[in-house]
């Protein structure tokens, strides 16, 4: 019987050329790759049952897991791998791996944002656009030199992020309970626990994935540790923040602003109350995108699935408590 993968599309940088090159890397196991659209819900779970793999499907809850009949592993097209339900994954004796290939751009992406909120390219570029060529319009403007940005998650983008707040001369300070303090050292930061980053830091930039442990860990008590005069930045996950809290904080004055490119609930409705403020600066869930990082993803996704199918255990383990007890025998 010929192995089939179900990939899973969101249209965004998903084309018939770029995903030509993933059919012919499954094509050579054997696998016929079966693409549709994650938003066409039916369609995927119909499919699920008969798949040997999932890639990039989103929405992958315990019912889905409990139907799959065939399937030998789940790869994500994405850092992130907050939508598959990884215990029912595990209780199914399914590895779950996904791909690091976009870390450099969410983190030229946090820096653009961090730059947009200090340098009020927002306010000067619609003041401009207006004919007011006037610099007594303009508010106060703080030096980047000298300021401390707390990194909430110091992974392969958290370190990426540093390295640029290193090059502006920035105090770096970091949060991550599964970081060495000499790790942390060795990239320039501060490994200090999460309430005396959130009291130092006059930027606070997230960058932990979404779990059991971080989900709102930028709650109503978290937000009001930090500096009136800080600013939130958020590129990670949007359930990383309590997003009614951050949005009284923001309309009370009790911090200056946020750069969010991630929401509670995606796409955000038009009438989110936070899209409203004037000390937001909005992006669409676009911090990952470049045209080299889709093509990079889609090819570190296919080879991991090709790993898979073949026999072997990811490289990128999601739920590495799964060793030992999968469905199908791997060689490691």
Not at 58 to 83: E, K, L, P
Not at 216 to 228: D, H, T, V
Not at 267 to 287: C, F, K, W
């Amino acid at each position: 019987m010929a192995l089939m993968v179900v990939r899973g599309i969101q249209g965004r940088g998903d084309t018939d050329d770029t995903l030509e090159a993933e059919r012919r890397t499954l094509a050579e196991l054997g696998a016929e790759m079966v693409v549709v659209p994650v938003a066409e819900r039916e369609r995927v779970r119909q499919l699920v049952p008969e798949a040997d793999g999932l890639l990039g499907v989103h929405d992958v809850d315990a019912a889905m897991i409990r139907s799959m009949g065939r399937c030998r592993g789940i790869v994500t097209v994405s850092h992130g791998f907050n939508y598959i339900d990884l215990e029912a994954a595990t209780a199914a004796g399914l590895p779950v791996a996904n791909v690091f290939f976009c870390h450099r751009e969410v983190a030229n992406h946090t820096i653009m944002l961090l730059l947009a909120a200090t340098r009020k390219l927002i306010m000067l570029h619609n003041l401009l656009k207006q004919g007011q060529w006037r610099r007594d319009l303009q508010p106060p403007v703080a030096p980047l030199y000298g300021q401390t940005i707390g990194l909430i998650g110091f992974g392969h983008i958290g370190r990426e992020v540093a390295r640029r707040a290193l090059a502006m001369d920035m105090a770096i300070l970091a949060y991550d309970p599964v970081v060495e303090p000499e790790r942390a050292a060795e990239a320039g930061a501060e490994l200090v626990q999460l309430d005396e980053l959130l009291r130092r830091s006059d930027y606070v930039s997230l960058h932990a994935p979404s779990n059991p442990r971080t989900r709102e860990i930028l709650n109503e008590r978290a937000i009001g540790l930090m500096k009136p005069s800080a600013w939130v930045f958020n590129t990670a996950r949007g359930d990383l923040i309590e997003e009614p809290a951050l949005y009284r904080a923001l309309r009370d004055g009790r911090i200056a602003g946020a750069g969010l490119d991630v929401f509670a609930v995606e796409p955000t409705p038009p009438d989110n109350p936070i899209l409203q403020l004037d000390n937001v600066i909005v992006t669409p869930h676009a911090a990952g995108f470049s045209d080299e990082a889709v093509r990079t993803g889609q090819r570190l996704g296919a080879e991991e699935m090709a790993r898979i199918l073949s026999g072997g255990f990811p490289r990128n383990i999601c739920n590495p408590e799964v060793r030992g007890r999968t469905r199908y025998p791997f060689a490691e």
